[in-house]
């Protein structure tokens, strides 16, 4: 079993609705990353959290510490938003543990 | 101007043979990495370089050496390569270690036959 889970692994939407990624871990942790894969293959970092809540345009992530478990939300969701997000904790000095991904396809 | 670039995108190569993976980043980050993504797009740490000192070493066979000549490069040698090895790498760069944002490069395809 990976340290770090995501739910569910693959997700279809369609355009416009609310969508929730879940990201569960069983070590402590100081932080978390979100990133988000495109289809053609590039990296991007979405999110870095310690604590509460961040809001960066429709995507919003959560975390809460004790209870091990963040959330990515991505409100009004768009094709564009099709890509594979994937969730990744720290540990401990240096090092970092990824999900396993969730593969995200939203339909016009 | 391009944040973190790897060269080259794509290497394909035979079972047995040496090559090298370059990697770039003009942000004037201090952290420097090298991830695996395998078939089935999970992602790994290979090793992290903070001002070209080896930080993070994962169980990565002794095959792969990282080389870090200052610390805008990091460098992935891959001797005696073997099907296995077959896999995106994707280098990335931080301020200053994991707990920072994290900026990828574009990814090497390495193709072992």
């Known amino acids: 079993k990976n340290e770090v889970e995501q739910s569910p692994q693959n997700l279809t939407a369609q355009e416009g609705e609310f969508i929730t990624i879940n990201c569960s871990y069983s070590v402590g942790i100081s932080a978390l990353h979100w990133l988000q894969q495109h289809p053609g293959g590039g990296i991007v970092s979405l999110f870095m959290l310690s604590s509460g809540k961040k809001k960066h345009g429709r995507l919003i992530a959560t975390i809460n510490i004790q209870e091990k478990h963040s959330s990515l939300h991505i409100t009004a969701s768009h094709p564009r938003d099709s890509a594979v997000y994937i969730c990744?904790?720290?540990?401990?000095?240096?090092?970092?543990?990824f999900g396993t991904g969730t593969r995200l396809l939203v339909s016009p | 101007d391009t944040a973190v670039s790897q060269t080259p995108k794509y290497l394909v190569t035979q079972m047995g043979n040496d090559k090298s993976i370059k990697c770039e980043q003009n942000?004037?980050?201090?952290?420097m990495y090298w991830y695996k993504q395998d078939s089935k797009k999970f992602l790994k740490i290979m090793f992290s370089y903070n001002n070209k000192e080896l930080i993070i070493n994962e169980t990565v066979p002794n095959r792969f050496s990282p080389k870090s000549p200052d610390k805008a490069h990091l460098n992935l040698h891959i001797n005696s390569l073997e099907l296995g090895d077959s896999a995106v790498y994707f280098c990335?760069?931080?301020?200053?270690?994991?707990?920072?944002?994290?900026?990828f490069g574009p990814g090497t395809r390495l193709t072992v036959t």
């Open positions: 942000l004037g980050h201090d952290t």
């Open positions: 990335a760069s931080s301020p200053r270690g994991t707990r920072y944002e994290q900026y």
């Open positions: 990744a904790a720290v540990p401990g000095f240096q090092k970092l543990v």
